[in-house]
């Protein structure tokens, strides 16, 4: 990695103009365990330089897989002729001021120094066959669970990342990091009917970064348990209710119903956040962030200490006590609103091109714990574990639930199936009247697909709001 960090600097040094050199090396692993037996066991290695140019105006981007200055010295020149055409199409197409081209990028802090991130001796340290009887044991753990489990699956997944961020006008920056995953699955059967429980985690670290919450058979239970259980749960009511939100499904609402729509790009494409900077947009106990540092609780699975254009992956506070106080930017999206860069820009191999992307998306916690948020609620649902969902650009989002329990005049009670949540991102963020001192990252296992996947995290406290509540019938 410093060989490549001091090969790109020699190439950017003989550059003129803006030139973006960013290498990348990834290895990625996978193992999947299905009904005791190892059903995948995979590999894979990619290795490049993506370049970028901005020339005239215009963007132009080449990528080469040959690690040499000669090959990178191409893959710039043809990136700078990409520029110049890119230049003369924005200049003829433009229309209002707004949509010009800019000539050219504003200076602002760039990273210099090396960021390696811990746990990756810890990951690297343990054998392949360590790792697969781990896999193979918690898989076996959940079938054995309960006479009613009728299949298991257990994968786990490990990434290794090695970048270099060099540019014309100042970054210099590197970093490993290592991200491994785990994900469970049990489905039981009950007279014809089928359930499923599942859990995940991810993380930005080492190997016992996976199990800080809990211990790896813990996990398995759990996920035989809610599959178990959920063959005797009824059906929810469906309508209007109050709920409160486990940290799993409040990073998933902050990721996919607010972050998307505050993403500089989906901001000027129109979305929901579109010119509402200062405005309020949820209850004054809401402080939402999206930061490339591991907040409250370490190990959050988006982490990246600079982003892929070098800019350091601070955190951003978007929403304020309430009020709507930053979007999400790139260093150009930055220009165009006049405001410094964010460190969202982030590019999933290096032959893809950054685009704006979140990191890891949070509420702030408050100032009460969940059992003095249940007793003081007379009638609602304890909503936790995210199973899919959806939501678009105008924050309206519908998710399914794992475990939904009512709440009967203040205490927990029945578990209830087929819950769906779903409404306004923005109005449920308007009716949050509790919020818990709490924290926990839950999205660490996920990916952000945005025309290429991403590794984010997503998560905070518990939160109490109304929503829409749809059940099966």
Known sequence: MLAALELLGEIAARQDGFVELRYHAKTSRSLGIDKGRVERSQIRHRKGVGVRVFAAGGWGFASTGEVDAASIQRAVEMARAAAVACAGQTRASAGSAKHRPLRSLPTCTLA?????????EEVAARSLEEKIAVTTSLEAHIRRASHAIRSASCTYNEIFEDKAIVTTDGAAAAFRLVRPELRMQAIAEKDGQLSTGSEAVGATGGWDCLFRS???????????????DLLDARHADGGRSVVILAPSIVGLLVHEAIGHTVEADFVQAGSIAAGKIGQRVASDLVTLCDSGGSEHYPGAGGTIPVDDEGVPASRTTIIKDGILVSYLHNRESAARFGVPPTGNARAWEYSDQPLIRMRNTYLEPGSQNLDEIIASTRDGYLLDGPRNGQADATGEFMFGVQEARRIHDGKLGELVRGV????????????????????????GAGYCGKGQPAKVDAGGPYIRCCSLLGGEQ
């Open 112 to 120: 210099r120094g090396v960021f390696d991130q811990p746990g990756l």
């Open 214 to 228: 809990a211990a790896g058979e813990a996990l398995a239970e759990r996920a035989a348990k809610m599959a178990r």
């Open 420 to 443: 769906t949540i779903s409404g306004i991102a923005f109005e449920v963020m308007q009716t949050v009247d509790a919020v818990s001192r709490d924290f926990r990252w839950d999205l």
